[in-house]
């Protein structure tokens, strides 16, 4: 089946580390997108990526860095600059271009910095 | 820029009862709209969805219609049930860029 798989699905980690977590995608979709979700705040876009070896911050990158070497993954790595990493991390891809296309979210992680 | 506002929750419903969750939004150019739907622990899934002015939405019972002129995008349901309890998000697309509503969360008791 196609789709978009995220792991792990729980993720525990000491304050000063970094943690990368995980996004692959067989849909053969050429955007990729990572959104932070806080209670009562919605969505909101770290950093996205149109086409492999590219990619753009997106509203609140600061802390975070990304990869696009392959176009099935899309991996994030929250640094230790992060304040406040604590959150449920979704993944998405669609088409990409400017055009409308549909996104697709993965299951998610959430991540809780001890 | 791009924003959307949607009514704060929680909603608690009855079976059966009517639901309606506001939603307008803020944009320049002419966006996409959507609803997306997250049930429990689980990511989004897109629920409906309305690429023009006046285009209707629908799915699963949900209805939803893009009105430039008030800039809204309401979403509808005559007749809610229990499976429906999930957080409900109000999405534009705009220049490629998705924004999202805070969401709201509604629970429908048996």
């Known amino acids: 089946d196609g789709g978009i798989t995220q792991s792990p699905k729980y993720l525990f980690r000491k304050e000063g580390q970094n943690v990368t977590l995980s996004c692959e995608q067989n849909?053969?979709?050429?955007?990729m997108y990572w959104y932070r979700q806080d209670p009562g705040q919605g969505l909101r876009l770290i950093y996205y990526?149109?086409?492999?070896?590219?990619?753009q911050k997106g509203d609140i990158a600061e802390g975070y860095s990304v990869s696009r070497e392959k176009k099935e993954s899309f991996p994030l790595t929250v640094t230790s600059a992060q304040k406040n990493p604590t959150a449920f991390y979704l993944c998405?891809?669609?088409?990409?271009?400017?055009?409308?296309?549909?996104?697709?979210f993965g299951p998610g992680t959430r991540l809780t910095v001890l | 820029g791009n924003s959307v506002t949607q009514m704060e929750g929680p909603v608690t419903l009855s079976e059966e009862a009517f639901l309606t969750i506001n939603c307008t939004y803020t944009?320049?150019?002419?966006?996409?709209l959507f609803w997306y739907v997250q049930y429990p622990g689980e990511g989004l899934q897109l629920l409906l969805k309305?690429?023009?002015?006046?285009d209707k939405g629908s799915n699963k019972g949900f209805e939803a219609t893009y009105r430039k002129e008030t800039t809204s995008f309401h979403l509808e349901k005559g007749s809610v049930q229990v499976s429906d309890s999930a957080v409900y998000f109000c999405?534009?697309?705009?220049?490629?860029?998705?924004?999202f509503g805070a969401g709201t969360t509604v629970t429908v008791r048996a």
């Open positions: 998405a891809s669609d088409l990409g271009g400017r055009a409308y296309n549909e996104q697709f």
């Open positions: 849909l053969n979709h050429d955007a």
């Open positions: 990526s149109q086409i492999v070896n590219d990619f």
């Open positions: 944009a320049t150019g002419y966006p996409s």
């Open positions: 309305a690429t023009k002015a006046d």
């Open positions: 999405a534009l697309l705009n220049d490629y860029k998705l924004s």
